[in-house]
């Protein structure tokens, strides 16, 4: 049992090679020691176990520093370009976010489904398109007299009014939704609003003429009934007109 013992702690006794310690940490990043490559030539390179280790079988073996975490290793090669790929990625990706705003600012200002929250439309043109917009009959003849109504749509001045105003509302809705830059979406709503405010001068002229035009008849009227009476007529009241004229002539 004694011998079996003995024999049993031999077999467990730990390996101190200095040489093996050495290789290593010399395939790792520790050290690339020209005097750790052991055995070492010895005196005037007679040592037979350097050639036998180094000399015959690998005699440039340690001229080459083959660590993968050295200064210009293979491992430290790999983490440098990771890490010049990974800035290049950044630089990517703040680029794609740049060209995301901006991409997202232009659809912004060109899609017709937020033209309604431009503050131009909604200050301005909202308030100004809204008689054509929101455009009816009773709009169309709000203000004008019953005499003045029924004349304007009999003779088929309301008709033609309100088929314009519905070929406008078509007109500034397509520009509100369509696809365009704000700038030419503000100028075409310019010039429609320009072509609204012609089209409501002529119809205020028309419907006053309407309106002249019904006092003339009733005028006319009251003419062949003798319905028009002079107040305060005298023969002298003529000689004094006449006197008048003259005097203006002179």
């Not at 290789?23 to 005196?43: A, L």
């Not at 200050?123 to 008689?131: D, G, I, Q, V």
């Not at 105003?165 to 100028?187: F, N, P, V």
Request: proline fraction near 3%.
């Amino acid at each position: 049992m004694a011998c079996c013992f003995v024999c049993h702690s031999f077999a467990q006794s730990v390996v101190q090679d200095k040489s093996i310690r050495y290789q290593q940490e010399r395939m790792v990043f520790k050290q690339w020691d020209q005097k750790k490559f052991t055995p070492t030539s010895g005196f005037l390179g007679l040592n037979p176990w350097y050639w036998l280790t180094w000399g015959f079988f690998y005699p440039n073996y340690h001229k080459t520093d083959i660590r993968p975490l050295s200064a210009n290793g293979s491992q430290t090669q790999r983490l440098a370009m990771v890490a010049a790929m990974n800035g290049t990625d950044n630089n990517y990706r703040l680029q794609s976010d740049t060209v995301r705003n901006t991409v997202l600012s232009e659809i912004a200002g060109r899609s017709g489904l937020v033209a309604g929250a431009d503050p131009l439309w909604m200050l301005y043109y909202s308030n100004e398109f809204k008689p054509v917009l929101q455009n009816s009959m009773s709009s169309i003849l709000s203000g004008l007299s019953p005499h003045v109504s029924g004349r304007v749509v009999s003779e088929g001045l309301y008709s033609w009014y309100k088929a314009e105003l519905d070929r406008l509302k078509e007109r500034i809705e397509g520009a509100h939704s369509t696809d365009m830059e704000r700038g030419s979406r503000i100028m075409a709503y310019y010039r429609l609003l320009a072509e609204y405010r012609a089209l409501s001068g002529v119809w205020a002229i028309r419907t006053s003429s309407a309106q002249t035009t019904i006092d003339m008849e009733a005028r006319q009227q009251k003419l062949k009934r003798r319905g028009v009476t002079v107040d305060d007529w005298t023969p002298q009241t003529d000689v004094e007109i006449a006197k008048k004229v003259l005097l203006h002539v002179q």
